[in-house]
């Protein structure tokens, strides 16, 4: 884990909070190319009404509008939890170069999220993975 990853991670955990202050799944994401951030994103599934509305999804969107390109060459996505099926999809036609992750979905745990991504993506987990865990638990404790 590098300093970088830890420094973008943090900023990915402050969109999760906007997430949590609207009552949302808190899952923020960014993106990052050429080291400058270029989408930040967190869940709306419940605000828009929109299953899809995942703190990727909506980075992707606003990346592609920024790049003016449905391609995500020489780009990272840093998200608070490991991308679901829908948003490996996405990425995998995104073509995103790397997704670091910081908690892991155990509740997909048996899903072999690698095999859905792009060959040439690069992918990492675990960064910042206890304060990414803590925030979710803390949601869905409070939802109990």
């Given at each position: ?67 003016k390109s449905k391609y995500l060459k020489n780009c990272t996505l840093y ?66």
């Amino acid at each position: 884990m590098t300093k970088e990853d830890v420094n973008y991670m943090q900023i990915a955990l402050q969109e999760a909070e906007k997430a949590l202050e609207k009552d949302e799944i808190p899952i923020g994401a960014i993106i990052v190319c050429n080291n400058k951030i270029i989408a930040k994103a967190h869940n709306l599934s419940e605000t828009l009404c929109d299953s899809s509305a995942h703190a990727e999804m909506q980075a992707f969107t606003a990346a592609s509008l920024y790049l003016k390109s449905k391609y995500l060459k020489n780009c990272t996505l840093y998200v608070t939890l490991e991308p679901c099926v829908m948003c490996s999809g996405a990425a995998y036609w995104a073509q995103i170069d790397n997704i670091v992750f910081g908690a892991f979905d155990k509740k997909f745990a048996h899903i072999d999220k690698k095999a859905l991504l792009h060959p040439s993506t690069m992918i990492k987990g675990g960064v910042l993975e206890k304060e990414c865990s803590e925030m979710l638990s803390l949601f869905f404790q409070r939802k109990r």
